[in-house]
T-cell receptor, first 109, second 114 residues
């Protein structure tokens, strides 16, 4: 499985944008970039995914580098509810989700 | 539909006992996954089913672990002769199994082996 590298932890102030980076230099042409997050005492939940182009949905935006070796999950306005572990995952089309350690995001009121 | 449901939410058992967990996926989802998560770690893949067929098992799934999905609906995960190292959160997820559809996770069963 192709690997991703994320910072162990990040902090953000409430109501400010958050940029969560992910490096995936060994990504293959068929790997999609998925993001999941896990709130305390909850199961993981899907956030967003993309292949080459930037993606937006109601939860977040995903910015993918032109060479696809890195990506950034953008939360436009962090709330306390966004405090969670964020997982950046490379996933072939029909494959299972494989989690790394993720980034623990703290949101400061 | 209330999403993926897992039962029980918590289980405390003595070492050496057998335990069984149940997962009810979202009704139209044909893929079902089991994961294990220990404190401070990301979930680790254990096994998955496409309908009733168990298509992949991780090497983490020792002989003491068995999973079934009769009739391609709910699934059970049984751990025989539990050990303290089995203490973890066991997560179930389901998906449509189509191109890049998201996986929906349950809230997990927390197992404590004493």
């Amino acid at each position: 499985d192709a690997k991703t590298t994320q910072p162990n932890s990040m902090e953000s102030n409430e109501e400010e944008p958050v940029h969560l980076p992910c490096n995936h230099s060994t990504i293959s042409g068929t790997d999609y970039i998925h993001w999941y997050r896990q709130l305390p005492s909850q199961g993981p939940e899907y956030v967003i995914h993309g292949l080459t182009s930037n993606v937006n949905n109601r939860m977040a935006s995903l910015a993918i580098a032109e060479d696809r070796k890195s990506s950034t999950l953008i939360l436009h306005r962090a709330t306390l509810r966004d405090a969670a572990v964020y997982y950046c995952i490379l996933k072939a089309s029909y494959d299972k989700v494989i989690f790394g350690p993720g980034t623990s995001l703290s949101v400061i009121p | 539909d209330t999403g993926v449901s897992q039962d029980p939410r918590h289980k405390i058992t003595k070492r050496g006992q057998n335990v069984t967990f149940r997962c009810d996926p979202i009704s139209e989802h044909n893929r079902l996954y089991w994961y294990r998560q220990t404190l401070g770690q990301g979930p680790e893949f254990l096994t998955y089913f496409q309908n009733e067929a168990q298509l992949e098992k991780s090497r983490l799934l020792s002989d003491r672990f068995s999973a079934e999905r009769p009739k391609g609906s709910f699934s059970t995960l049984e751990i025989q002769r539990t050990e303290q190292g089995d203490s973890a959160m066991y997560l179930c997820a389901s998906s449509l199994g189509e191109l890049n559809t998201e996986a929906f996770f349950g809230q997990g069963t927390r197992l404590t082996v004493v």
